[in-house]
């Protein structure tokens, strides 16, 4: 959770305003900040209240990339700017063959670095996934290992 996210959380459950929380905040102050016992842990009601009204702990994902887009991205250069009027005017002198190698090539290249690309972006997801993060808390007295989604 983020600063302001603590923040709020603790404001809504102790309903008065709160302190800035930052990474690296002793167990022990956050513990009398949020008024939680360490023997008991959080309430179930106030863990189904929070996931309520935050949403699961989780990071959020990335939106798939269309291919559409990872095929155009690949004429943003100015090289292919370049390749495309060389194009145009091998055309306009008339040699054809010469304007089709050069944009046959321009083609080849934009559907293999697209290719490579989105196999780039497979891997990275796949390497994401067993990274998935193991969470242990006390919840009612008792340990607890609640499940959390993973990105992809």
């Given at each position: 959770m983020t600063e302001t996210a603590?923040?709020?959380?603790?404001?809504?459950?102790?309903?008065?305003p709160t302190v800035s929380i930052r990474s690296g905040t002793p167990a022990e102050q956050l513990l009398r900040?949020?008024?939680l016992d360490p023997q008991r842990g959080l309430p179930a009601t106030e863990v189904q209240r929070a996931q309520a009204r935050h949403g699961p702990n989780a990071r959020p994902r990335a939106p798939p990339k269309p291919?559409?887009?990872?095929?155009?991205k690949?004429?943003?250069?100015?090289l292919i700017y370049i390749r495309f009027?060389?194009?145009?005017?091998?055309?306009?002198?008339g040699?054809?063959?010469d304007a089709g190698v050069i944009l046959t090539v321009v083609l080849l290249n934009a559907l293999i670095g697209s290719f490579q690309e989105g196999r780039a972006e497979r891997s990275m997801a796949a390497l994401r996934r067993p990274a998935a993060l193991r969470v242990h808390v006390l919840r009612r007295a008792?340990?607890?290992?609640?499940?959390?989604p993973t990105p992809s």
């Open positions: 603590l923040r709020r959380e603790a404001e809504w459950r102790t309903g008065r900040h949020f008024e291919i559409w887009r990872t095929f155009a690949r004429f943003k250069s100015p009027v060389a194009t145009v005017l091998a055309v306009a002198l040699h054809r063959g008792r340990p607890d290992c609640p499940s959390t």
